[in-house]
């Protein structure tokens, strides 16, 4: 078993052109034969070949609309050990070949990557001995002075590259989380491990060193806020870690000086071409629902309208997030305005749909921020707060159940243009369920109470 890893996993063993184009043969038929299978039979499509291997011609095909959420989810989860090999094989395969081991990042680049991957599996070892020893002799000396010059890299890399994506270019995708704290990772510990290999444990406490105290420098110049910070450092630190692995075996196995982590930049751009061609944003919807003890006329007239909600906000919304405070209502039946009051302002949100007491629907034709940033400043230059967070349409429904009571649900249509949205959209889906279920519990404490019901209508 630890042969298998260190083949096929590791950074140590060798790779000769027999072994790497066999298994790159082997792992894309593999890989092609059960996404086709799992696509095909969960929602009646054909995945061709065309869409295998030409994956950001076809990003925008309708086909990916048919996807449940948990297919994309897994079929991204599947992928990952693919991804991983390959950069781990390519990058052993082009030192067996005496060649750069910044090939391997050629890895990610469309098309180019089958054309290096051909070149490779076609190029002789070069007879040179691994550079990657079963165990590589660690160097102490001067580790705090390369440790420093590597986080100097990545700060005078993050902030720019953040500005550049956000205030001119305004995308928030792969480049900004998951490109870039890759190449971040990968020049700081490609910095740190020239010349003077280190640990691996030590190369990556330097690099994530290195990711904390750029993100607090995205705080300090007001380029983003703590609580976008946070959400992302989880899929930020895990690019990271692995731009650090690269980074670290690329500096012990190439004698090219420091300059050379350039190369990683390459990322960048195949990142942008990615985001440039991403499908349109997926619609998505968040339910929840809740029981009330009353009947649902007495529950629909709290719907339309509710007095201010007296529950102190939980923790996200304390933090910043938006958050409803009341509601009321212009006029009666489709074509009525609700606006629903946040903390950051109200939504606008016209009566498409009115089935009194059973369905309340609406559009929205206008809405606050999305949240209010932690930051030692009044202002962030962040335009995510407004805007990449878009709220469709949403939806009351009212059953009536056994006891005179109701199940009250509430639903929200949504759209993100954030990316990757398997990992934005679960966040969203928590957050809309914390503020549908204050809400709904608002509705049900003055639908139940007499009282309330009484003084407010």
Not at 45 to 52: E, I, L
Request: glycine share 8%; aromatic share 10%; with cysteine.
């Amino acid at each position: 078993m630890n042969s298998f890893f260190s083949r096929y996993f590791g950074f140590e063993e060798p790779v000769d052109r027999r072994t790497y184009l066999r298994t790159g043969i082997v792992l894309m038929l593999l890989k092609y034969i059960v996404d086709a299978t799992v696509i095909h039979s969960v929602t009646g499509k054909v995945w061709t070949p065309a869409d295998y291997l030409l994956p950001l011609l076809t990003l925008k095909e309708p086909k990916l609309s048919a996807f449940p959420f948990w297919l994309g989810v897994g079929l991204v989860l599947w992928t990952l050990p693919f991804v991983w090999v390959g950069v781990s094989m390519t990058l052993r395969r082009a030192v067996d070949a005496g060649k750069s081991p910044w090939y391997s990042l050629l890895f990610f680049l469309p098309l180019v990557n089958y054309a290096v991957m051909l070149w490779l599996a076609s190029v002789p070892s070069a007879g040179v001995s691994s550079p990657w020893p079963r165990r590589v002799e660690t160097v102490a000396a001067g580790r705090m002075r390369s440790a420093l010059l590597g986080i100097g890299a990545s700060i005078l890399i993050g902030p720019v590259i953040v500005a550049a994506m956000t205030l001119m270019m305004r995308s928030y995708g792969l480049t900004l989380f998951l490109a870039l704290p890759f190449v971040m990772g990968g020049v700081t510990a490609y910095i740190h491990n020239y010349g003077h290999p280190r640990t691996s444990g030590e190369t990556q406490l330097v690099v994530l060193l290195g990711v904390f105290i750029v993100g607090g420098t995205l705080l300090l110049f007001a380029l983003e806020g703590l609580i976008c910070i946070v959400m992302a450092a989880p899929i930020a630190i895990v690019a990271a870690i692995l731009g650090g692995i690269v980074g670290r075996h690329a500096a012990i196995g190439t004698g090219a000086p420091p300059q050379s982590a350039a190369f990683l930049m390459l990322v960048l751009p195949v990142a942008a071409i990615a985001d440039r061609t991403a499908a349109a944003p997926q619609v998505h919807e968040a339910i929840t629902s809740i029981i009330v003890n009353a009947p649902p006329e007495r529950v629909w007239q709290n719907v339309i309208r509710f007095n201010d909600i007296t529950a102190p906000p939980s923790l996200p919304f304390r933090l910043g997030i938006a958050y409803p405070m009341r509601a009321r209502i212009l006029g009666s039946g489709v074509g009525a305005v609700r606006h629903c009051e946040f903390s950051t302002g109200a939504f606008v949100e016209p009566i498409t749909g009115w089935d009194e007491p059973r369905r309340l629907s609406f559009g929205v034709t206008a809405q606050p921020p999305a949240l209010r940033e932690l930051s030692p400043y009044t202002h962030v230059f962040a335009p995510h707060t407004n805007g990449f967070f878009k709220a469709r349409r949403g939806e009351f429904r009212l059953t009536p159940i056994q006891g005179g009571r109701t199940r009250l649900e509430g639903s929200t249509w949504y759209t993100l243009e954030i990316y990757p949205e398997v990992y934005w959209s679960p966040i969203a889906d928590w957050l809309l369920t914390k503020i549908h279920t204050r809400v709904l519990e608002q509705v049900k404490r003055e639908s139940e109470s007499p009282a309330i019901a009484v003084n407010s209508h």
